[in-house]
């Protein structure tokens, strides 16, 4: 399990996923060490942690920005008890959106400043690919057909004083018709632009983490399929 958790990535994995050929700038003994936010720089690796100790930690960092660390790897003997415990202390929330495609172009929405990908949380009792459509043509005007599940992406943040930890689908979409193009205002959107891959890579320097992840594989998707014609 991968959280963003203020646009740094928080990995959970069991013991044996760790690969021991991989360098970490520092490494904690999570049973034993007391964690030290203001200690921790680029990647870090927290062996054998408690429950308490990862849920600790994310508290800790949805409240402040660390920023000298790159990334964040737990380890633990009992990986699914760790999740069902952060998902036990959180309020965890689901939303959807779309990777959407025309004529090999992407589209993409300014929203506050920084590019993103419209997406939006789930009405009550709604499907997750419903949902996903819904939120492209409500943000950008945009009408879609779904192609397939890309990935899900964690992250948290602080609302009404109340941690909340975010699900969102991905969906890789086609586009049927743009003519009513427009950025929703009242989401705070600017602008929607499709960008071809040259301008998408440079605007992914003002994103997010989470969305270059969601791009990265959206991309791998493609090349599996052009693989297999």
């Excluded at 740094?8 to 049973?31: Q, T, W």
């Excluded at 990647?43 to 960092?61: C, G, N, T, W, Y």
């Excluded at 997750?128 to 409500?138: F, I, L, N, S």
């Amino acid at each position: 399990m991968k959280i963003f958790i203020n646009d740094i990535p928080v990995r959970i994995i069991s013991s044996e996923e760790l690969d021991e050929g991989h360098e970490f700038d520092l490494v904690i003994d999570g049973a034993t060490t007391k964690i030290k936010p203001k200690s921790l720089i680029d990647d870090v690796l927290i062996r054998d942690a408690s429950p308490d100790k990862v849920d600790e930690l994310l508290h800790v960092m949805t409240d402040n920005k660390l920023k000298k660390v790159d990334s964040i790897t737990f380890t633990s003997s009992d990986k699914s008890a760790i999740i069902k415990y952060i998902k036990s202390k959180f309020k965890v929330i689901e939303a959807a959106g779309g990777v959407v495609d025309k004529d090999g172009k992407i589209l993409l929405i300014l929203r506050k400043g920084k590019w993103d990908i419209p997406k939006g949380k789930l009405d009550k009792s709604e499907k997750k690919r419903a949902c996903a459509v819904r939120e492209v043509e409500e943000e950008t005007g945009v009408k879609v057909t779904i192609e397939k599940k890309i990935n899900a992406t964690w992250h948290t943040y602080v609302t009404k004083k109340k941690y909340v930890l975010k699900k969102t689908h991905w969906y890789a979409m086609n586009c049927i018709d743009d003519s009513a193009l427009a950025p929703q205002e009242e989401e705070d959107i600017e602008e929607v632009r499709w960008m071809n891959l040259s301008e998408l890579r440079a605007a992914l320097y003002n994103s997010y983490r989470s969305i270059r992840v969601v791009i990265q594989e959206y991309h791998k998707l493609l090349k599996i399929h052009d693989q297999s014609l």
